[in-house]
């Protein structure tokens, strides 16, 4: 497969899995929170689907475009590994983790506390979607939406 198919079968997924977790996120109380802001096109895709709930956004810097730019209250710069331990306990109901690189290397530092903040921000049934596999106890596995392969993209429900 080339890299053009394997980037466009990931963003399938991504969206796919986006798009069937409304109902999972359901009436979880809480905020949304999306790691990797990067060109703004998740935030803007969770804005639509997520209507009224607080969504926070982090990356080093801002880069999106201007009108996928979360107001100054909810976007939060520098190195997501510290300014994410701010959000801890928080109780967000969803929390969106898009911050792979596909390099191995540098995603097994990112997997040394990826799940452990994701796990730790979430609410009680909250749920996380991640481009990186998210290995914790207090982190289950969800089915996929039909059609996405495994390993793809990740679904978790925090226990
Ligand atoms: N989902 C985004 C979209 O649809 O536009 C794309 C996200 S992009 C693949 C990943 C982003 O995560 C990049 O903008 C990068 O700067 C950010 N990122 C990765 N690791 C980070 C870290 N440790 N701290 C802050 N930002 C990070």
């Known amino acids: ?12 997924a991504q969206r796919d899995i986006l798009n069937a977790i409304i109902d999972l996120v359901g009436e979880t109380p809480g905020p949304v929170l999306e790691f990797g802001l990067g060109n703004g096109r998740t935030y803007d895709h969770l804005r639509e689907n997520f209507p009224g709930r607080r969504i926070v956004a982090f990356d080093w810097e801002v880069r999106s475009y201007s009108a996928s730019t979360p107001a ?9 590994r ?6 801890v306990s928080i109780g967000a109901a ?16 990112t997997l040394t506390w990826l799940p452990q903040l994701m796990a730790g921000v979430l609410a009680h049934d909250g749920i996380a979607v991640s481009g990186l596999p998210l290995e914790h106890p207090e982190l289950m596995a969800l089915p996929l939406p039909e059609g996405i392969k495994e390993g793809r993209y990740f679904l978790y429900r925090r226990t």
């Open 82 to 87: 510290e300014s994410g331990q701010a959000f």
């Open 1 to 12: 497969m080339s890299r053009l198919d394997s980037f466009i079968r990931r963003l399938t």
């Open 94 to 109: 969803l929390a969106h983790a898009d911050i792979g690189t596909g390099h191995d290397e540098i995603d097994a530092v």
């Open 72 to 80: 100054a209250e909810d976007m939060v710069t520098g190195d997501i």
